[in-house]
């Protein structure tokens, strides 16, 4: 069952293979073995991914609701309920988790040794339930409802340039100003940068002078001089506090998005995920207290 769900939710053997660790003709196999036990066909194989058949859709929804019991049993007997221990899996995004949330999780590892962590660093939004993750830090507003959230900050998308560039350059007083003006674009993303002006979406465009794949490079960059750039302030706290980077447009940037600690919450709540909210979420958001009273000062 658990091979067939890591096939199901990877979209293909080949990639459950590499989800699973595991040698793919051996994967191959089992799915077939469990074809033949159940005597119907669970999966249609194509030459880029696979489509569950009526019979495996309906033994997929019941392997899930099996597993999650299986795994359940196992946290009662192992224990997890009683004091925290066992393996914690946290995703979160590259940059914030770094800078953010990696500190925090070393020292919750000093004060619970019986806890073990795994930590994925990732830019995309993570299924806790089919991905077997306990805890997720998310950026922005929140499309799954089931998932019990709790907030633990607010993050901005800033426009910002180096000193030494504005001088050179001049400030820039509205968006349309940004045509006169070099731009630094970050990983591909829309050549337009949208701000809002007194309620209205106003698309702006700088010259397309550099284009980087990382935010480091990116805010290296934007120190340097190379031009303006558009980054989320949790990225840049350092550069801002010393004034190596200067916000610009902040009328027009709009407003705060939430950062949260989500966690799926049915049934007993597993102490080493209770123990790592209430470790995190004081210290989080004190990190951003913080940050936004250097800002402020």
């Not at 249609?44 to 359940?72: F, H, P």
């Not at 002006?197 to 805010?219: F, H, K, Q, S, Y």
């Not at 801002?240 to 966690?263: E, K, M, N, W």
Request: aromatic share 8%; proline share 6%; hydrophobic share 40%.
């Amino acid at each position: 069952m658990r091979i067939l769900l890591a096939v199901v939710d990877a979209g293909s053997i080949s990639a459950g293979s590499r989800k699973l660790n595991a040698p793919l003709p051996s994967v191959s196999r089992k799915v077939a073995e469990l074809e033949r036990h159940l005597g119907a066909n669970l999966i249609v194989r194509t030459s880029r991914n696979l489509q569950l058949t009526d019979a495996g859709r309906d033994y997929v929804d019941a392997a899930r609701k099996i597993m999650a019991d299986l795994d359940e049993a196992e946290r009662r007997a192992s224990g997890e309920y009683q004091t925290p221990r066992g393996v914690l899996t946290i995703t979160m995004p590259i940059e914030y988790g770094s800078r953010y949330v990696l500190p925090i999780a070393l020292s919750f590892m000093d004060k619970y040794p019986e806890v073990s962590l795994n930590l994925l660093s990732l830019d995309r939004t993570v299924d806790l339930v089919s991905e077997q993750v306990d805890i997720a830090l998310r950026l922005g507003d929140l499309a799954d409802s089931a998932l019990h959230a709790v907030k633990v900050g607010e993050f901005r998308l800033l426009t910002c340039a180096s000193p030494v560039y504005l001088q050179r350059h001049g400030m820039p007083e509205r968006p349309g100003d940004l045509i006169d003006r070099d731009g630094i674009v970050f990983n591909k993303r829309t050549f337009f940068w949208t701000f809002d002006v007194d309620g209205t979406p106003i698309e702006a465009m700088p010259r397309n002078r550099l284009e980087v794949n990382t935010a480091a490079n990116c805010v290296a960059a934007a120190v340097g001089g190379a031009g303006i750039a558009r980054l989320f302030d949790y990225q840049i706290p350092d550069e801002l506090a010393s004034g190596a980077l200067i916000p610009i447009l902040r009328d027009c940037d709009g407003p705060p998005q939430p950062i949260h600690i989500v966690y799926v919450r049915q049934g007993l709540l597993a102490l080493k995920v209770r123990a790592f909210v209430d470790w995190a979420l004081p210290r989080l958001r004190a990190r951003h207290y913080e940050y936004y009273q250097t800002l402020s000062e």
